[in-house]
């Protein structure tokens, strides 16, 4: 393939090249794979340079008593080849009654260009042959050409000693490809496995890069359904979500450990985002369970690799390098049978996701797909949450049913709910809210039909009815006397304050450890209260069947911040954001300051978005994940719904510009 058509490949750089059928359903599937320039020069210092300070120490052929110590190895590409690159001392003399005289000294620059080639018979090797060498540089009493005569006869075979053994990367393909697939044991299977091998190589800027040939005989594609498929079992529903949890495990152990090996603070930004939004994707599809639970598994990991592949790609230099071309290497092969033959029986199956896993931590005693609701300290900390947050536990009497609170799906890290905390009647429109100041419009029930990926995606604070409940007050064991608290109209002078302090210190405890620069602080602040207004109405729980629970929207965010368990999952604890309204603002906080200092800040949206832009760009990818960064300025392709959203947030943003904290009563009508 040409470098032009290469460029043109996909994100996830695993193009496929189907070659025309060499049997009547048989597929021939090309996928790149690309190796770096400094993991074939970590390669070459391993076994070229092998001589202490890591130096190769090369005899002339034509006489002992000519040498050349070379040291500080570069390998970069080159006029189609591999250009190495090396500082030379060379001593050159001869042999004089068996004694070795080296009148002569050179010091100076050796270059080389080798040629990449498949080893011969179909062997899984990349060879080297140099073709053209020379010598820059250079002082002491010897500056001629003879020198590099006498000496390269010994220099080129040296550094032909370099390889590329990919035998390791073919072998984990074919253990690992059969438990993707459901035909096992079939002549199909077998067919696939047997053809595994590199078919060719080239050498681009990019560094090396091979193709990795498969053949795969697909089945006849099933006829298309005419009639609906019934609704599942309860049991049906149970395997759907068990599957889904698998690899939710999978996509966060393999987002961990790599966040764990690199120190890049861009990379690290990158892995969860991609953890982020797998889990968006995993809400929504948790939402809509059907009889196509594997299709929907299959889709997930299509999205989350095209994420994950060119993140991955950047690490395989480092010295895990070979587990990340080995595991690049799987993905991209799956993705690609995925792609070219699902009709073959692709499916992602608990087998195939640990050999996966393992591939990329082979000495982890952690089980890749053990899904668990339980805070990750080590997953906090390789993201950032560096503060320790209390453990909370339940009170005695608490209600800890997973019913929803309101009647408005909800964003995975915002929520909305009724302020009454009873679900509306389907059918009935929710009453208009007070004309000063101006609040958006709660939304119609028309939102029912949005598509699932948009509903589960909606935040609220658009709120309707009056909340009259009587004051509630069970204080648990931990750390404010707010916890438990279900204010009446009659409490909001004294109860809105209270809550603006505890936002306030919450938001300092945060800016404590979250290395954000002094000169947004403020503005940070004023967001965390004007969140917090936007998506709970300042609440952490209400009153449901005269029982005092946590605010919790359709899809499961939590309390005053309306966090959501199922996407922080491991970074929060359940328990914390249900029953510690401090907890629950802590929490909020930390994610809105990872978006506003790691997205709106570092993307720089202050440049383009205009007046409280930060506040607005933050505002949406806490109200909508990543993706949704850039909404809130986007004119086209932008539900209302997710605009009215944006522009609800800012009146409130705008609004607590006064500091007056009071102003949030008016989200208590009646």
């Not at 500080?72 to 001392?89: E, M, T």
């Not at 009259?468 to 006397?481: D, F, K, L, N, R």
């Not at 309306?562 to 603002?585: C, K, M, T």
Request: charged share 25%; aromatic share 8%; proline share 9%.
């Amino acid at each position: 393939m040409s470098p032009p058509a290469r460029l043109l490949a996909p994100a996830l750089g695993a193009a496929l090249l189907l070659a025309l059928p060499a049997a009547a359903d048989l597929k021939r599937v090309d996928v790149p794979l690309v190796i770096p320039p400094d993991f074939v020069e970590r390669l070459l210092i391993e076994q070229v340079f092998t001589d202490p300070d890591r130096t190769a120490h090369v005899v002339a052929v034509a006489d002992p008593c000519s040498e050349i110590v070379l040291s500080q190895p570069s390998v970069r590409p080159r006029d189609g080849g591999l250009g190495v690159r090396a500082h030379g001392v060379a001593e050159a003399g001869f042999t004089l009654l068996g004694t070795c005289y080296q009148p002569f000294g050179w010091e100076g620059e050796v270059d080389a260009l080798e040629q990449a080639r498949l080893a011969p018979r179909g062997a899984p090797v990349v060879e080297f042959h140099v073709v053209d060498s020379s010598l820059s540089g250079g002082g002491g009493w010897l500056s001629f050409a003879d020198l590099w005569n006498w000496i390269k006869p010994a220099v080129h075979p040296r550094l032909e000693v370099l390889r590329v053994d990919l035998g390791p990367l073919i072998g984990e393909l074919r253990r690992t490809l059969p438990l993707f697939v459901s035909q096992r044991d079939e002549p199909e299977l077998r067919q696939l496995v047997d053809s595994l091998a590199l078919s060719s190589v080239d050498v681009e800027e990019r560094g090396l890069v091979l193709d990795v040939r498969f053949d795969v005989e697909s089945l006849p594609s099933a006829e298309s359904r005419t009639a609906p498929e019934p609704p599942l079992a309860p049991a049906e529903v149970a395997a759907f979500e068990a599957q889904i949890h698998e690899w939710d495990a999978f996509v966060t152990f393999v987002v961990k450990s790599v966040g764990h090996e690199t120190l890049d603070p861009q990379l690290r930004s990158a892995l969860l985002e991609t953890l982020i939004e797998a889990r968006y994707e995993i809400i929504a599809a948790l939402a809509e369970p059907g009889r196509d639970g594997s299709d929907r598994v299959r889709t997930l990991f299509q999205s989350s690799w095209q994420r994950l592949q060119p993140t991955l790609a950047t690490l395989t230099h480092g010295g895990g390098g070979f587990r990340y071309l080995a595991f690049l290497a799987a993905g991209d092969a799956l993705f690609a049978l995925d792609q070219a033959g699902p009709a073959f029986g692709f499916e992602i199956s608990s087998d195939g996701l640990r050999r996966l896993a393992r591939t990329l931590e082979p000495e982890s005693s952690e089980d890749p797909l053990r899904w668990s609701e339980d805070v990750d300290p080590a997953l906090r900390a390789t993201f950032g949450f560096d503060e320790e947050l209390p453990e909370v536990a339940p009170p005695p009497d608490a209600d800890q049913s997973n019913e929803p609170t309101g009647d408005l799906g909800a964003g995975a890290d915002a929520g909305s709910a009724t302020p009454d905390g009873e679900p509306a009647p389907e059918a009935t429109p929710a009453p208009e809210p007070p004309p000063e100041p101006p609040l958006a419009p709660e939304p119609d029930t028309s939102l029912r039909s949005l598509p699932a990926a948009i509903f589960a995606r909606l935040a609220g604070s658009l709120w309707p009815a009056a909340f009259a409940a009587p004051a509630i007050v069970v204080p648990t064991a931990e750390s404010s006397a707010l916890d438990g608290l279900i204010p009446t109209r009659d409490d909001l002078d004294e109860y809105l304050p209270k809550i603006g302090e505890l936002l306030r210190s919450s938001a300092d405890q945060v800016l404590s450890h979250g290395k954000l620069p002094p000169e947004y602080h403020d503005q940070y602040k004023r967001l965390v209260l004007a969140t917090a207004w936007q998506e709970s109405c300042w609440r952490q729980y209400v009153q449901r069947k005269q029982k005092r629970v946590p605010l919790r929207s359709s899809v499961g965010a939590l309390g005053l911040m309306q966090v959501n368990p199922h996407v922080w999952r491991g970074f929060f604890s359940i328990d914390g954001l249900s029953w510690s309204i401090r907890y629950n603002a802590l929490a909020g906080g930390e994610v809105l300051l990872h978006y506003l200092r790691d997205y709106a800040i570092a993307r720089g949206e202050a440049a383009v978005g205009g007046p409280d832009a930060l506040a607005r760009a933050t505002y949406a990818t806490y109200n909508g994940g990543p993706s949704q960064m850039q909404r809130y300025r986007e004119t086209k392709g932008v539900h209302a719904v997710l605009t009215k959203i944006d522009q609800a947030f800012l009146s409130k943003y705008r609004t607590l510009a006064g500091g007056d904290v009071k102003v949030v009563r008016q989200c208590f009508t009646g």
